[in-house]
C-alpha cells in the first residue's frame, strides 16, 4: 500500500515526461490528444494515491499501527549504513494526506488552469515528481533519504518556478530560491555530519533511541554553549529555515511566485515549504533534549510571523501578499514547535495546507479571470461576475484569520495558547508576536478581499468584459478544499492537539515532561483565548475602514507614516541589504578574481600553462609512437633493464 | 605399468565444455554452405548466434561449478570464488563485445564463420590463465589466448592497416611471451618448482627459504610479459597502433577481455605464489601504474581518431586498476575487482557507441566526426555522454566508484603518493573525455551518421549506460561478488 | 673428462653460432648457422641424457623449421642490405642497454643459491629401467595432460588462424578437377578431319 502511495506519482511522472518527449512534433491534433492523456495518467495516479493515503491514515494514525517498510538497501560501507525504507507512523500519515490531498486537487485544477499553456505534459510531469519526492521526504526512514527528498523538491520547486522559461524573471526567480535553499541545505547536510559524528548512525529510530543517553553525556562533559546536540539541531534547523522560508532565507518565496500559480499553491504554500516544519516535529525525540535550539525556533518563528505579516499589509500583487502570508503562517507553525507544541504546530500545518491551497487557488482563479492581471490595484468590483470564486476566497480568508469555525480559529488558538502557556520568555515573546501577526493577518486578508473584489472596477473595459466563471474542472477542486478549511479544524481538533493527542501520535513525536506547553494551554486564562479572535474582528474592520468606508485613508496613512510604509512596503530592505551585503561584494570579489586572481594569476600559471604543458608533454609523448616495431621492441627492451635496475639499486642493497 | 587415476573434471567443465562446444562449431562451420557471398554470410551469422549462446551456457557453467577452492589436473588448474568472478566479467565481456560485431562484420565483407570461433577462442584462453596455478598452464592459457588475438587483429586482411596491426601485436609480443618465459624458467631454476601452490609455500614467511635475487628477477621478466598483456607502461607502445589499425568491434573485444583476463592473471601470480614477496615487487607496481596513469592521461589529449584516444584511455584504466594490485591487500584487489566491472562495462558501451559512428557503408573513426551528434542522434549522444563521463569518474555514474575504491584502497594503506598521482591524472584524463563531450553538444555540425542503430547495439548501449547510471542505487550486486572473490583470493 | 670437454665443445659452438645467426650478413647464411647452433644445442640435451629431445630437436627444428626458414628466405626477394641500414646508427645505444642487462644477468649468476627445496620439489626424475621416450609419455598423458591438450589447442588455433588469413577464393582461377578431366571423353575435344593434300586447310 505505502508503495503504491509513495511510487504512483513517480511513475505517473515518467510517463507523462516520455509523453512531453512525444508531444514534441506532434500535430496539433495528435498533441491535444496527448495533452489529454497526460493529465488523465497523473491525476487518476494522485487520486489513487490519495486513497491510498486515506486508508493509510485510518490504519496508522487512528489505528495506531505504525510501521517501516524496508525496500533495499542502500548504501552498506563499513558502519555507515542505509537502506531504501519508508517510515510509516501518525505522522507520516498526516503529511501523507496532506501531501497527496492537496496535489490531487492541484493536478486537477491544472487542467483547468494550464489549459492554453503548450507543455502541458512537462508540466504534469514535474507536478508528479515533485509530489513523489515530498513523499519521499515524508516518508523517510533515514536522515540521508530525507535529504533526497529535500533535494528532489528543491529540484522540482526550481524547474516549476522556471517553468516559463522564455521569462528573464522566471529564470532569476529559479535561481534564487534554489541558490538560496543551497545555503539551508548546506546547513541541512553539516546537520547530518554532526548526527552521525554524535550517533553513529543516521537510521532515525537508532537516532530517537540515543537520543536521550546522549543529551545527558554532553551536559555533563560539555558547556551549555557547546552541547552537540544544540549544535546538531540548530544546523539541522538552517536547513529548514531555508526551505521554509523563515526570516533571513524567507527571500525566495515572494519571487517564487513567478512560477505557474498552482505551483505556489502546491509547492509553495501547502506542501515544500511546510517541510522544515515537518522535519522539526520528526526529530522531536533530538530537538527535545536541546532548550537553547528549542529557543532559537521559536524566536526565528516568532520574528517571522510578525515580520512577513507586516510587508503582507503594503503588496499589491495578489501572489506575493498570501506568499508573504505562507511565510507568517509558518512562523507559527515553527514557534509551536519551539515551545514543544509540536502536534499544534503540525495541526496549524494541516488546516493551512487546506486554507491556504484554496487562497491560492482562488486567487488564481481570478488572475485567470482578469486574463492573467496580479495587480490588486487593477482590480476591483468583480464580486458579482464570478460570484463562488468570492464565496470560495471568503471561507479561505475566514479561516486564515481564524474565526470560528473556520479551520484556522483551532489550530491558531491553540498555537497561541501554548505559546502562552510555555511560561517561558520567548514563550511570551511568541505569544505577543503572534497576536499582533494575527491582527496584521486579518487586516492584510480583508485588504485583499476588498482590494480585489470590492470598489470600484479598476480595470480596463476589455478585461471587465472578458471576466468569467472559472470552469468546473477549476472550481470542483476549490470546493474541496474549501470544505477542508471550514471542516478540517474542528474535526481533528481533538486528535491532534486535544484529549486523544497522546494515543493518536503515539511514537510520532516526543514531548518531555519539563515542555507541558501543550498540556497547559488549556488552561490558560480567558482573556488569552478571546484575544486572536478579537484582534482579528478589529482587524477585518480597520480593513473594512481603509479600503470600503474610506478609500483615501491608506494613501494619507501613506504619507504620513512614510517611514513605516516604506519600510514595508520595500520588505524592510531585506532583498536590498543581501544585494549590498552579499551579492555586490560577490560580484565584486568574483570579478576581480576571474579577472585578476584567476585570469591573469591562476590561468596564465595554473589551468593555461598547465595545459600548455601538458599539451606539448602529450606531443612528445605522441612523438614517441613512432610506429616502427623495432623502436617498439627495444622500447619494451629498456623497460625491462630499467626496472631491473631500479630494483637493483633500490632493495638488493 | 600403472594407470594413473582420472583427473577430476568438475572443476574444469566450463573451460572442457567451451573447448568441446569450440570444436563442434568449428565442424558446423566448416560443412555448412558458403560458396557464395549470401551462404557464407548466413553461416557467419549462424555460428556468430551459436558463439554467443555457447558464452551464455559457459558462464552458467560458471556459475554452477562455483564455490569453494578445487585444484585438478595434478594442481595445475584451479578454480575458486574469484576465478568465478573473473570468469563471468570475462565472458560477459566477450559475449557483450561479440554481440555488437555483427553488423560492422557484415558490412565490411568481414563475414566470416572463423571469426566468432576465434572469439570464443581466445576466451577459452582467458578462462585457463585465470584458473592457472602452474606457471606452465598460465603461459599455455595467454598464448592460446594471444594467438587467437593476433590473427584477430589481422582479421581484415585486404586491408593494410589491419594487417601491420596483426602483424606488429605478433612481434611484440612474441618478445613479450618471451620475457615471461624467461621470467619463467629464472623462477622455476631458482625454486625448482613450477606449481603456485607449492611456491607459495616456499616463499612465505617464517619459511627456511629466503627468495634469491635471481627469484626476484624473474619475477620482473614475468611482470614485464603480463605487463604487456595489459598494455602497461613502458610495455604499452602496441596498443594504439593495433587499437587502430585493427577492426573496430576487434579493438572492443581487446579493450575488454584479454585486459580482464591479464589483470586477473597479475592478481593471482603477484598475491599467490609471491604473495609474502610484497614488498620485493610493489615498488615496480607502483612505478607502473604511475607511469600507465600519466602516460594513458597525456598521450590521449592529442589524440584526433577516437580508437587511438580509447587506446591510450585504457592504458590510464589499466593504471588506476594496478593501483589496487600495488596496495597489495585484499581491500586493493576488492577495489580492483570492483574496478574491472565497472570497466567492463563502461567500455563495451563506447565501443558499442563508436560502432555507430558510420556515414553510408563507410566507418569513420576520427573526434571531429562526432560534431552535431545531439542534433542527429541525441540519445545516442546521451549515451556517449554517459560514458565519458564515467570514464572521467564524475559521480554519481558508476566511473566514479570504480575510482574511488581503488584510491581509498591505496589511502588506507598509505600510499599517499599513488592517490594524489591517480587523482591528478584523473583531472588531465577528464580533460579529453569531456573534449568528447563538447564536440558532440557544441561544435558545428557535419554530415549525420546513418540513423540505423541496430538491435544488438542498441541493446548494449543501453544496458551499458543503465548500468553506468543506476549503480549508485543497487551496488551491492557488484560489491558483494567482488568481496567474496577478493577475499577467497586471500583466504584460501 | 671426455664428458665435460664434449659440453663445453657443445656450449661454444651453440654460443659462436647463434652469435653468427645474427651477425652474418647473407640471410642464408644465417639459416645455416642456426641449423649448427640446433645441432649443437641437441648434442647438450644427448649429454643430459635426453636423447628423445635431442633427436626430436633434430628432426623437427632443422628438418622442418630451419628448412622452411630456408625457403622463405630463398622464395622473398627481400633487400637485407637495406634493412640494416640503421644498424650502425642504433648500435651504440643499443650495445649499452644489452651490456647493463649482461652485466645484471651476471651479477644474478654470481649469486646463485639453488634452493635447498628444488630437489625435493623438483618434477618426475627419470625412472630406472625404461628409455627416456616411454618415461616422457608416461608424464605427458598423466600428470601433464591438462598442458597436452591445451597445446593441441593452441597448434589448431594456428592452423585456423594460417587458414583465415591466406586462404581466398579467387575466381578466374583454374583449377584441376580430376573428376572433370576422367569424364573427358576424346569426342568431345578432338575433331578428325580429312585433309586434302596440297590444298592446305
Known sequence: MITAVVFLPLIAAIIAGIMAFMRHGADEHRSHSIDRLSQWVTCGALLLSAAGSISIFFDVALGGNSYTYELMTWIDSGTFEVSWALKVDSLTAVMLIVVTGVSSMVHIYSIGYMHHDRHVPRFMAYLSLFTFFMLMLITADNLIQMFFGWEGVGLASYLLIGFWYHKPTANAAAIKAFVVNRVGDFGFALGIFCVFVIFQSVDLDTIFAAAPGHANDTLEVFSVEFDALTIACLLLFVGAMGKSAQLGLHTWLPDAMEGPTPVSALIHAATMVTAGVFMVARLSPVFEFSDVALAVVTIVGASTCIFAATIACTQNDIKRVIAYSTCSQLGYMFFACGVSAYSAGIFHLTTHAFFKALLFLGAGAVIHAMSDEQDMRKMGGIWKLIPVTYALMWIGNLALAGIPPFAGFYSKDIVLEAAYAANTGVGTYAFYMGLLAAFLTAFYSWRLLFMTFHGAPRADEKTMAHVHESPMVMIGPLLVLATGAVLAGWVMYDNFVGGSVVQFWGNAILVLENHPALENARYVPTWVKLSPLVVGGVGIVLAYIMYIAKPDLPARMAETFRPIYLMSFNKWYVDELYDKIFVRPAFYLGRQLWKVGDGTLIDGVGPDGIARAVRMLARRVSALQSGYVYHYAFGMMIGVVTLITWYLFTSAG | ?492 | MIQALAFYMFAFMTIASAILVISSRNPVHSVLFLILAFFNAAGLFVLLGAEFLAMILVVVYVGAVAVLFMFVVMMLDINFVEMRQGFLQYLPIGGLVGLILASELLTLAGSWIISPDASRVGAAPIPDGVTNTHALGQVLYTDYLYLFEAAGMILLVAMIGAIVLTHRRRTGVRKQVIADQLARHPADTIELRKVDSGRGI
Open chain 2, 1 to 492: 605399468m600403472p594407470l594413473s587415476e582420472m583427473p577430476n573434471l568438475v572443476p574444469a567443465l566450463p573451460e572442457l565444455f567451451l573447448a568441446v562446444a569450440i570444436l563442434a562449431l568449428l565442424m558446423i562451420g566448416v560443412f555448412l554452405k558458403s560458396d557464395t557471398a549470401d551462404n557464407a554470410m548466413r553461416t557467419s551469422r549462424q555460428i556468430w548466434m551459436l558463439s554467443i549462446l555457447t558464452l551464455v551456457l559457459t558462464a552458467l557453467l560458471v556459475l554452477t561449478v562455483s564455490g569453494e577452492r578445487l585444484y585438478t589436473f595434478n594442481g595445475m588448474f584451479v578454480t575458486d570464488q574469484f576465478a568465478v568472478f573473473m570468469k563471468i566479467l570475462i565472458l560477459g565481456g566477450a559475449g557483450l563485445t561479440l554481440l555488437i560485431s555483427r553488423d560492422y562484420l557484415e558490412m565490411n565483407s568481414m563475414g566470416r564463420f572463423e571469426y566468432g570461433i576465434l572469439c570464443i577462442f581466445a576466451t577459452l584462453g582467458m578462462l585457463m590463465m585465470v584458473s592457472a596455478n602452474d606457471l606452465i598452464s598460465l603461459y599455455v592459457g595467454l598464448e592460446m589466448q594471444s594467438l587467437s588475438l593476433y590473427v584477430l587483429a589481422a582479421f581484415r586482411r585486404d586491408e593494410q592497416r589491419s594487417t601491420e596491426a596483426g602483424l606488429k601485436y605478433f612481434v611484440l609480443g612474441a618478445l613479450a611471451s618471451g620475457m615471461l618465459l624467461y621470467g619463467s624458467s629464472l623462477i622455476y631454476g631458482f625454486s625448482g618448482t613450477t606449481n603456485f601452490t607449492v611456491m607459495a609455500e616456499m616463499f612465505a614467511h617464517g619459511g627456511d627459504y629466503a627468495p634469491s635475487l635471481g627469484v626476484i628477477i624473474g619475477i620482473v621478466f614475468i611482470l614485464a610479459g603480463l605487463a604487456f598483456k595489459v598494455s602497461a607502461v613502458p610495455f604499452h607502445m602496441w596498443t594504439p597502433d593495433v587499437y587502430e589499425g585493427a577492426p573496430t568491434p576487434v579493438t572492443a573485444f581487446f579493450a575488454v577481455a584479454p585486459k580482464i583476463a591479464g589483470l586477473a592473471l597479475f592478481l593471482r601470480v603477484m598475491t599467490g605464489p609471491f604473495g609474502d614477496l610484497v614488498d620485493q615487487w610493489q615498488q615496480i607496481i607502483v612505478f607502473v601504474s604511475i607511469a600507465s596513469m600519466v602516460l594513458g592521461a597525456f598521450a590521449a589529449i592529442n589524440q584526433t581518431n577516437i580508437k587511438r584516444m580509447m587506446a591510450y584511455s585504457s592504458i590510464g584504466h589499466v593504471g588506476y586498476a594496478l593501483i589496487g594490485l600495488a596496495v597489495g591487500t585484499e581491500t586493493g584487489v576488492y577495489g580492483v575487482l570492483v574496478y574491472l566491472g565497472i570497466y567492463m562495462f563502461m567500455t563495451v558501451g563506447t565501443f558499442a557507441c563508436i560502432l555507430c559512428m558510420r556515414r553510408g557503408e563507410r566507418m569513420v573513426e576520427d573526434i571531429s566526426d562526432l560534431a552535431g551528434l545531439s542534433k542527429s542522434q541525441p540519445l545516442l549522444a546521451m549515451a556517449l555522454t554517459i560514458f565519458m563521463f564515467s570514464m572521467a569518474g564524475i559521480p554519481p555514474l558508476a566511473g566514479f566508484f570504480g575510482k574511488f575504491y581503488v584510491f581509498m584502497a591505496a589511502v588506507e594503506a598509505q600510499l599517499y603518493g599513488l592517490a594524489v598521482i591517480g587523482l591528478v591524472t584523473s583531472v588531465v584524463g577528464a580533460f579529453y573525455y569531456l573534449r568528447i563531450i563538447r564536440v558532440v553538444y557544441f561544435d558545428e555540425a557535419g554530415d549525420p551518421f546513418d540513423k540505423a542503430v541496430s538491435r544488438p547495439i542498441a541493446f548494449v548501449v543501453t544496458l551499458s549506460a543503465a548500468i553506468m547510471v543506476f549503480f549508485i542505487l543497487y551496488p551491492a550486486l557488484l560489491l558483494d561478488p567482488a568481496a567474496a572473490a577478493a577475499s577467497a583470493l586471500f583466504g584460501g
